[in-house]
């Protein structure tokens, strides 16, 4: 008995504890009790610990997605109830001995979101600031550093991890490592309010951006095979990704807590979005946006080597799919230090089916890396390595897989490719807008009932009937010569299965054309893991449009396009 008062004695952040669900929970309970960030924002947080011992603990940070709040990563059981949080919520980690960190982000929750929650003095500023490393990612560092202090957490044993919203702050997490940003940019050594480093050990991002400007906003400039380097994404600027970008604002406003319009720019989410609403031409205004968000709300804009990191993307997720993985790939693959392992499925935002099965699989993973980085116990992903799923059709069949590689280049090294030499013409007001509606991730069709197979006016098209089965893995690499009269242009890129006059989308994506620009282009996909069967045919589509996902072109314009091609990769 004496024991377990003792346990339960455990303090985080001044809070008292409970036996609850076979772990010690020590929420904030009430508004006064929230905890002062650096700043002095009130944050919502809870921290719960594992059933017995007096720590110092190894610690997970569970940081929730756009809108959501601490609960989103709480349970009564590991098991949780859906495949996303199974054996991935506080009960799980906290009974394999962890110290979980559920807060609320600034701007949501009672961490100043909710209207009523704004009582406190520190408040008036307690915006979002949409995944800042100064901000948000600071706001983590302090609450860890707090815990040290108080002999919780152990500073040498802190992982992280968050599904979207929450992946972006876990990649930035990651890179920052042993660091803090300030908000003059500039960094400094991590330190706790008593002076103790502390250094992030290990990370699983889940659905989140590399860079925020590209996912939001892509250009279609990056490729797998090339480097990345900062700045690439407003080179030129992108094509917005409208439909995902409207509900975002909107749910955000609705849920959250945003700076007025006449407030500073590194936070002025409703500024942000009317200038990238306007459109072509790009503006230099339009242009800073993308600055501020690859900069300082993305992993891209910070320097150094990070820790471990085991990074989740979706190849049927149209907010950010799996350039957005294989963009930290690119940066860090000859990097001497750096450990990256890479998940890959029909998961994520929409149109992810996010099928329990997989997601099993991969958080049995994220389980392993956390417990080889932070308790030194068995071993994690082996860097480099890769694992995927394919999507499969209806939305109930299993996923096919797993398949494995010890790279990226490794995985699917072998091509099917599809070529038409002919000159075609996309044109802006080509294609058919019922078929972009039907494909729109947030108000259109499910992926799996297909559509009717057409070649509309106004688009280019390749196509191959697929003889010996197979399985395409990864990003279609689309080239062809192109000639373009009119400003403000781009390709909206489909690849199709076709069958009995229907067809199923398997991949998309796109590429932002110059003013008038003529020559050879490569761009890729967004990829997917796709089973092409005997006697289907493989199509790519090209159009000028694909409206309501994208902002359509404030300019009518044409693409002479010839000598096309597509390669598929497979094993």
């Not at 919502?44 to 940070?61: E, K, Q």
């Not at 802006?428 to 297909?450: E, F, M, R, W």
């Not at 280019?460 to 062809?480: E, H």
């Not at 282009?521 to 790519?540: D, E, I, K, S």
Request: net charge positive; with cysteine; glycine share 12%.
């Amino acid at each position: 008995m004496l024991a377990l008062a003792l346990t339960l004695a455990l303090a985080p952040f001044g809070h008292s504890c409970t036996a609850e669900n076979g772990v010690r929970f020590c929420p904030t309970t009430t508004d006064a009790q929230r905890v002062a960030s650096w700043d002095g924002v009130p944050l919502d947080v809870d921290v719960t610990l594992p059933p017995s011992g007096d720590g110092p603990y190894p610690t997970i940070v569970m940081m929730h997605g756009w809108g959501g709040n601490k609960s989103s990563f709480e349970s009564a059981t590991p098991e949780s109830g859906s495949g996303t949080s199974w054996h991935y919520n506080n009960n799980y980690f906290a009974k394999r001995g962890y110290a979980v960190v559920t807060p609320s982000a600034r701007g949501f929750g009672r961490s100043c979101g909710a209207p009523d929650s704004r009582t406190s003095p520190g408040c008036d500023k307690g915006w979002v600031h949409l995944g800042d490393q100064r901000y948000e990612a600071r706001d983590v560092q302090y609450m860890l550093g707090l815990l040290v202090d108080q002999g919780i957490t152990n500073p040498d044993e802190i992982g992280v991890t968050g599904i979207s919203y929450g992946g972006i702050q876990s990649q930035i997490l990651a890179r920052l490592r042993n660091r803090v940003r300030l908000p003059n940019g500039k960094y400094r050594t991590w330190r706790s309010p008593k002076g103790t480093k502390l250094a992030i050990a290990a990370a699983f991002p889940r659905w989140g951006a590399s860079d925020l400007t590209y996912s939001l906003q892509p250009n279609g400039h990056f490729l797998d095979f090339r480097d990345y380097h900062v700045g690439d994404s407003i080179k030129p600027g992108g094509v917005q990704k409208k439909s995902y970008i409207d509900i975002l604002y909107g749910s955000g406003n609705a849920t959250g807590f945003y700076e007025p319009v006449s407030g500073p720019f590194n936070a002025n989410l409703t500024l942000w979005k009317s200038l990238t609403d306007a459109g072509e031409p790009e503006s230099s205004r339009q242009l800073d946006v993308g600055r501020e968000l690859t900069a300082y709300h993305s992993m891209a804009g910070v320097s150094g080597v990070p820790a471990p990191m085991l990074v989740q993307n979706g190849w049927t997720d149209d907010l950010f799919p799996a350039p957005e993985a294989l963009r930290v790939w690119r940066l860090f693959r000859h990097v001497k230090g750096a450990r990256v392992s890479l998940q890959f499925g029909d998961l994520g935002h929409p149109r992810g089916a996010n099928k329990a099965a997989v997601d099993h699989v991969f958080n049995t993973q994220g389980v392993k890396l956390f417990d080889a980085y932070l308790k030194g116990s068995g071993r994690g992903p082996r860097p480099g390595s890769v694992t995927a799923f394919t999507q499969t059709c209806p939305s109930d069949a299993p996923a096919g897989g797993p398949f494995q590689a010890s790279s990226w280049e490794r995985l699917a090294p072998k091509r099917f490719v599809l070529v038409r030499g002919e000159s075609q013409r996309v044109t802006s007001d080509g294609g058919d807008p019922a078929v972009s509606a039907a494909l729109d991730p947030l108000g259109g069709k499910p992926t799996c009932d297909g559509l009717p197979a057409e070649v509309a006016k106004g688009t280019a098209w390749a196509s191959r009937k697929v003889g010996k089965p197979f399985t395409m893995l990864g990003l279609p690499t689309v080239r062809a010569k192109i000639r373009t009269k009119g400003r403000g242009g781009f390709l909206a890129a489909r690849l199709w299965d076709v069958h009995a006059g229907r067809q199923t989308l398997v991949s998309r994506g796109l590429y932002r054309l110059d003013d008038n620009q003529k020559g050879k282009v490569v761009f890729q996909l967004f990829g997917n893991g796709w089973r092409f069967a005997r006697g289907h045919t493989a199509r790519l589509e090209l159009a000028g449009s694909d409206a309501p996902y994208l902002r359509t072109s404030n300019f009518a314009f044409s693409v002479k396009v010839s000598k096309l091609s597509v390669a598929l990769p497979r094993p």
